[in-house]
């Protein structure tokens, strides 16, 4: 897709911070799948360091055959349930003070993206060891994501807010929101997937050393991430900022302006609502979200004021 630059003329003094790659901490997986062709015989067993007398059976849901197992098998061995491992035994993980333990892991649905895995749907059973009792525990899996606050400061004097306009149909509507992306790969480069979505959902280029992380200034018992939706989604996000100072005209060319990979069914609109505005126009999470963490930051002097 053809894009352009904007012609930037950055006042963001503070720099964003150096992103750790996601650490891939070892799991001890012992696999072990009954020659049987019943669906209730297909598992596998794991076992976590923090309860290693314990091993956790992993099978496919009732009604999964033999034939498609292999998808289940994938999905062990896939990014998104090893990032919800990890995140179980982590420092602020359901696991790490063992008065809690994963008990069994279902595996009721798996979406692909091409040759990858792009959602996927498990139940755990996860128990508190004094009462016994479960805890609520469907998970839907899509893992690491991005959004990007745009401001685009006009010769006007208003500053604007760079949307995306799309159909959602889990929501049934088409939502006003935030340019944002998942992340493809393992690699943990949060700012390069912001750029690159920013690229294919508006058709600008920004440059990555011009990117402030706004989820950086939480507190690190967060993670620096943001759960959208942590009752029933493990996607924790980071949200960016992107400040430019512009002509009235290059506010013309964006606005309404048809984007959008279109093989992969994105039909998207961009809207550019003035700042002062944006709070009102939109349900969408993210943008709420990125104005408390930008107007937060502002206000303890973490980014500079207009």
């Known amino acids: ?75 062990i061995d896939s990014s998104l349930f090893k990032n919800w491992l990890r995140n179980l035994e982590s420092e602020t993980g359901i696991l790490a003070d063992g008065t809690m333990t994963l008990k069994e892991v279902i595996i009721q649905g798996v979406d692909m993206f091409g040759e990858r895995i792009g959602f996927l749907k498990f139940k755990a059973d996860i128990l508190d060891k004094e009462s016994g009792h479960k805890v609520p525990g469907i998970v839907f899996a899509r893992g690491p994501a991005v959004a990007v606050l745009i401001l685009l400061e006009s010769d006007d004097g208003e500053t604007y807010a760079v949307l995306t306009e799309q159909v959602r149909v889990p929501t049934g509507k088409v939502v006003l929101e935030l340019p944002a992306g998942m992340l493809d790969d393992d690699e943990g480069d949060f700012v390069g997937t912001a750029v690159r979505e ?11 050393e011009d990117m402030v992380d706004l989820t950086a200034f939480l507190d690190p018992s967060t993670g620096h991430r943001i759960f959208p939706s942590p009752g029933g989604c493990d996607e924790e996000m980071s949200v960016f900022l992107y400040r430019l100072q512009v002509e009235q005209e290059t506010i013309k060319q964006l606005q309404g302006k048809e984007t959008g990979l279109r093989e992969h069914g994105e039909f998207i609109k961009v809207r550019l609502v003035p700042y002062r505005e944006l709070w009102r126009k939109t349900a969408d999470a993210k943008v709420l979200m990125s104005i408390g963490l930008y107007e937060m930051a502002q206000r303890v002097g973490l980014v500079p004021m207009h």
């Open 1 to 75: 897709m053809s894009g352009f630059t904007l012609p930037a003329r950055l006042f963001l003094a503070y720099p964003s911070r150096a992103l750790h790659r996601l650490h891939h901490s070892k799991l001890m997986l012992y696999c072990k799948m009954s020659s049987s062709s019943s669906s209730s015989s297909l598992t596998h067993s794991i076992t976590l360091p923090s309860q290693p007398t314990e091993p956790v059976n992993v099978a496919a849901a009732a009604g999964v055959s033999a034939s498609d197992f292999r998808r289940v098998e994938n999905a």
């Open 198 to 208: 920013v690229e294919e959902e508006i058709g600008i280029k920004l440059k990555k």
